[in-house]
């Protein structure tokens, strides 16, 4: 696809059409989702109380929804959106919600987008509107448990989420107190128990099996569960280790992962600087000066936070000095590829056990 040169902030870019109307979508994102909203809500009407759907929630599905699609073209990426169509339609379904309702929502998308959009836009909205379409033909694979196949651990995984959605956070705490005196490792009790109860514990909120109650808790939980840990971690760090801050951008909330990563980095001996959910960009590039930091370790779960990890990452590079290694991670990035490459990173990883190992050949240690 051809590029057009632009201005964007005072800045002559190149960009291409997808990524200029990605640009479109988030200035009338507002316009936009108060539009789809108002041309939805009447069909929505005998449905949106049992949904416990009201005018703010829904135009915050709007946003999201719009959100996903702007990324998808930022990232000229149409199966991104599809996949994001896909899931819309597990989740909707887990709430009786026909699926006649996803069908509407690519509809007046395409409708309200086609009024804010010059005609050239079309056949490209058109393009993302049908891959959508065509992966809806396909059954999803949300009925398949993440805990099939977790290696020797596969018993202890099932327990741990037996446990813990039971409410027992004592019982599942012993559990992996027994485990790691047995001389399982932590590497393995975080990528082998913890991270794939965590990805089904999403899977059974998102096909409406638990609430969002026992889903807080199992989070809340591991997280206690991971600081009782902390403590045979912290012995490897290296007084004078290799330094990483790690943090998950402005308005992503989805820390488990990263924490996991750093965590593993210090077992290598890093020093980490850990500075979880939703961080001020500034503050980032504030520590990443103070300590001296030879790589950055961002971390997002939704495509909603790309345009918070595009803003950050450009910010640190602006910044003088030696210049510090930025590596990206996350679900968003995990499961899509050319979403991932899409933010120029020095590198990026799938999961906590790629990523220590690639950010260990990157920042050579003394
Ligand atoms: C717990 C959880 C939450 C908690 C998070 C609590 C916390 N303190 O972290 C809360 C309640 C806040 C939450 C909120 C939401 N969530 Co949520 N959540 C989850 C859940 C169940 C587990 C997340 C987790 O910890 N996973 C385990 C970790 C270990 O996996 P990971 O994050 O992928 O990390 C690994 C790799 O990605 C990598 N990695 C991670 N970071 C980094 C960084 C670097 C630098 C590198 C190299 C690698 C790397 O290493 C890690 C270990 O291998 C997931 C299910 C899932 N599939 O993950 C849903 C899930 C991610 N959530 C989802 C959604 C939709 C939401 C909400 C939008 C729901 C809503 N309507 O409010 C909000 C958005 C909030 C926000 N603004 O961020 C969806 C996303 C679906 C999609 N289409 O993308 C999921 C997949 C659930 C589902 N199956 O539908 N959520």
Same mark, same amino acid.
């Given at each position: 696809m051809g590029t057009t040169e632009i201005e964007d902030q005072g800045v002559r870019v190149m960009k291409t059409l997808e990524q200029q109307i990605a640009d479109t979508i988030y200035t009338s994102i507002s316009q936009l989702s108060n539009e789809i909203v108002s041309i939805q809500q009447p069909k929505w009407a005998d449905i949106s109380p049992k949904y416990g759907m009201n005018q703010a929630k829904h135009s915050d599905y709007g946003r999201h929804d719009l959100c996903q699609l702007a990324e998808a073209l930022t990232a000229s990426n149409p199966p991104q959106y599809a996949r994001y169509i896909v899931w819309l339609r597990a989740m909707l379904r887990s709430h009786?919600?026909?699926?006649f309702f996803v069908e509407l929502n690519l509809e007046t998308e395409q409708a309200a987008l086609g009024r804010v959009l010059?005609?050239?836009?079309h056949p490209i909205i058109s393009h993302y509107m049908q891959s959508a379409r065509d992966a809806l033909k396909e059954e999803d694979k949300?009925?398949?448990?993440?805990?099939?196949?977790?290696?020797?651990h596969t018993e202890l995984a099932k327990k741990y989420l037996k446990v813990l959605l039971a409410g027992e956070r004592g019982e599942a705490s012993q559990l992996i107190t027994r485990a790691i005196e047995s001389g399982v490792s932590i590497q393995d009790i975080y990528l082998r128990v913890l991270a794939p109860c965590l990805y089904e514990v999403g899977r059974l909120w998102q096909t409406g099996r638990i609430t969002v109650a026992h889903e807080h808790f199992f989070s809340a939980a591991t997280q206690f569960i991971m600081s009782e840990l902390y403590p045979l971690i912290h012995?490897?760090? $290296?007084?004078k280790g290799r330094v990483a801050v790690a943090a998950c951008v402005a308005?992503?909330?989805?820390e488990i992962g990263l924490r996991m990563i750093t965590d593993l980095l210090e077992l290598e001996g890093w020093r980490t600087f850990y500075l979880g959910a939703n961080t001020p960009s500034l503050s980032v590039v504030e520590i990443v000066r103070e300590k001296k930091a030879q790589l950055l370790a961002l971390s997002i779960?939704?495509?909603?936070s790309g345009p918070a990890l595009r803003e950050l990452i450009s910010i640190v590079r602006e910044q003088p000095g030696d210049g510090v290694r930025i590596i990206i991670g996350g679900y968003a990035i995990s499961v899509d590829p050319v979403y991932a490459a899409s933010?120029? $990173?020095?590198g990026l990883a799938v999961n906590a056990g790629e990523a220590v190992a690639m950010m260990n050949s990157l920042v050579k240690g003394e």
């Open positions: 009786q919600v026909p699926d010059p005609p050239e836009s949300f009925n398949l448990s993440f805990l099939k196949d977790t290696g020797a012995k490897h760090v $290296a007084q308005g992503e909330l989805h779960c939704l495509p909603t933010f120029g $990173a020095d």
